[in-house]
């Protein structure tokens, strides 16, 4: 027989953290014994959050920053008191959501102009977009924590240190072009074709603008947007529940599906991403039809995310329906795949009647 492990048949002093941790499991044990659940419920990981737990309904483009930690603990902790408080939170939580992605890079380009600050300075739209490079990764990391189902630590903090490396090359390439765009840069053409910028002396600065458009356009989004829709997929893959009845998303909920679409709708046009979105959305549909067979279903965070994704695709589908015959634009986007960017028709069917 061989020498007992250290530790091995005595009882070792326990901190009190965990004796708080056992209690609350135990607790969890008995209310699912009780309701008529046998063992965990599926894709529990002890971690607190479960399959339809609605007092966690938030997407991460519309999320609360601040949370109750106190009434978050005794909301875990005691499950009587969460089956008759979780509605009312929900509906807190869902008329105090923050859209982040829509109010950081989005709403200050309209409503602060750039024509209201120095060129030579970063505008009120360049800062907001710094708080979003540090706003977003927090709320990625945050809703990765609480998915059942999550990637290795080490692949989560490439994913968020790569995600930030790629916004931060965007949000200077964007500055850059919004400033040409002020100065007559015209979107629809390419990097040569520009009148402010094929009569440049000596040539090589051409090469040096055409430098900036690939870290923006390519090298930027492609560090940005992988990572950002393999955590988003890893999320969704955590959001089924066995009961039909958390199958289904309260009304404040429904008001916030339009707006997300609309702002997933601008992600995939003007980052030219639809080949990584589409892909991501079948996978997410095969995902649903697979745990559909062993009779699971979305929850009110895989409904919302998987709802505002189909209405992205049809707004893509119908914006690429309304353009299919423009000349300028075809011949700027020759491939196969034709989703013009929202950018370039503001430069030629807006800026130009101006």
Known sequence: MGKPRPGEGRDLPRSPGKLVAEQSSATKGV???????????????????????????????????????????????SPEIAENSVGAKEVLRASGLCPVNVTLPLAPQLVFPLEWFPLSKPSVGDYFHMAYNIITPFLLLKLIERSPRTLPRSMIYVSIITFIMGASIHLVGDSVNHRLIFSGYQNHLSVRENPIIKNLKPETLIDSFELLYYYDEYLGHSLWYIPFFLILFMYFSGCFTPTKTESVMPGAALLLVVPSGLYYWYLVTEGQIFILFIFTFFAMLALVLHQKRKRLFLDSNGLFLFYSFAITLLLVALWVAWLWNDPVLRKKYPGVIYVPEPWAFYTLHVSSRH
């Open 31 to 77: 209310s699912h014994t009780k309701a008529g659940t046998q063992g965990p419920l599926v894709g529990d990981t002890g971690s607190g959050h479960e399959p339809g737990d609605k007092s966690l309904y938030l997407l991460w483009d519309s999320v609360c920053l601040s949370e109750d930690t106190f009434t978050s603990v005794l909301l875990r902790g």
